[in-house]
């Protein structure tokens, strides 16, 4: 298989679904000339032209809107918030919107939407281009959430997220741009709603997405001597593969889940509860998350790293929750 970086990956992505579907189009800032703030649109414009790659002013709540308008109107857009800090003035569009008019509609209208952003901390960006905000749309019913983590997957499931009919929320980590890994040749997508086991193992379950993903399966091997660890990822956070992860835990009994958001209320609190309430009587310790502390993202370096898990803050949990 190729080797090629995370965000090649993207524009691979990108670039076919726009050869393949004609209705396809991007939108946002910097994303024409400059290709986008991670360079995830690079070439795009001079590929296929002005009409299908719109450079957008400094607004997002109208560029947003516009996307949701035209996705009603039998387009694909596929949206650049330069991160995922910015939603904060375009929520009503996404989530009054977008979420809402299919089922408002009966299904008479479609919104096939994609917005594409990033999130996470450990660049030293401060409180307003830090933060982890995936909880905020996983409780809005009507948006699917995409968390992809390595190379392979985030071809796959982005090429599935614009190929769905309902509005899409793609989430990228920002350290994983630069990364690589190997893809498949050819044609492939991955189903939203998939998750993968990417470590197996006997003796707890972890369940991680995005950056958390990496740190934990680091986290997994170090312990490989004394612990097995099973690492899931769930590609999407909406749908959520449950099947996976109760699977995973009725075989180990103990689960912990790693996320680079804020401990307090996080998503890993919702798979704490599906789990309580579906495979209780398969636990033997107490569910747990890891997670951010609750506070804005600090400037200084050295600083943000204290806030945010690394492998040993997991090797840690691991080994509290098993002993």
Request: some cysteine; aromatic content about 4%.
């Amino acid at each position: 298989m190729r080797e090629i970086t995370f965000v090649k990956a993207m524009n691979e992505a990108m670039v076919e679904e726009m050869e393949r579907d004609e209705t396809v189009f991007q939108i946002g800032e910097d994303i024409a000339r400059m290709g986008g703030i991670s360079g995830a649109t690079k070439g795009l414009i001079a590929r296929f032209g002005e009409k299908r790659v719109r450079q957008a002013p400094l607004s997002e709540a109208a560029f947003v809107g516009l996307a949701v308008g035209a996705a009603m109107a039998g387009l694909r857009p596929v949206v650049e918030v330069m991160y995922v800090d910015f939603v904060t003035v375009c929520m009503d569009q996404i989530v009054n919107q977008a979420a809402k008019l299919r089922y408002m509609s009966g299904g008479q209208v479609k919104v096939p939407l994609v917005i594409r952003t990033q999130g996470g901390g450990c660049n030293a960006e401060a409180a307003q281009h830090s933060q982890s905000l995936e909880a905020w749309f996983t409780h809005v019913p009507g948006l699917k959430v995409v968390m992809p983590a390595t190379c392979a997957d985030v071809k796959g499931l982005l090429k599935s997220a614009i190929r769905d009919d309902n509005p899409v929320i793609f989430i990228e980590h920002k350290l994983l741009y630069p990364t690589t890994g190997e893809i498949p040749e050819g044609e492939y997508t991955i189903p939203l709603g998939q998750g993968e086991v990417k470590r197996t193992g006997e003796d707890i379950t972890l369940v991680a997405t995005s950056l958390m993903v990496h740190r934990t399966l680091v986290a997994a091997e170090t312990l490989a001597d004394e612990i097995s660890v099973e690492v899931i990822d769930p590609h999407t956070l909406v749908p959520l593969d449950m099947d996976c992860i109760k699977a995973s835990v009725q075989k180990t009994g103990r689960l912990l889940v790693v996320q680079e958001a804020c401990t307090r209320s996080g998503f890993g609190s919702e798979i704490v509860r599906r789990i309580a309430e579906e495979a209780f009587d398969d636990l033997c310790a107490a569910p747990r998350v890891l997670g951010a502390a609750n506070l804005p993202k600090p400037y200084s370096g050295k600083l943000e790293i204290e806030t945010i898990p690394w492998e040993a803050d997991i090797v840690e949990a691991i080994r509290n929750m098993v002993a």
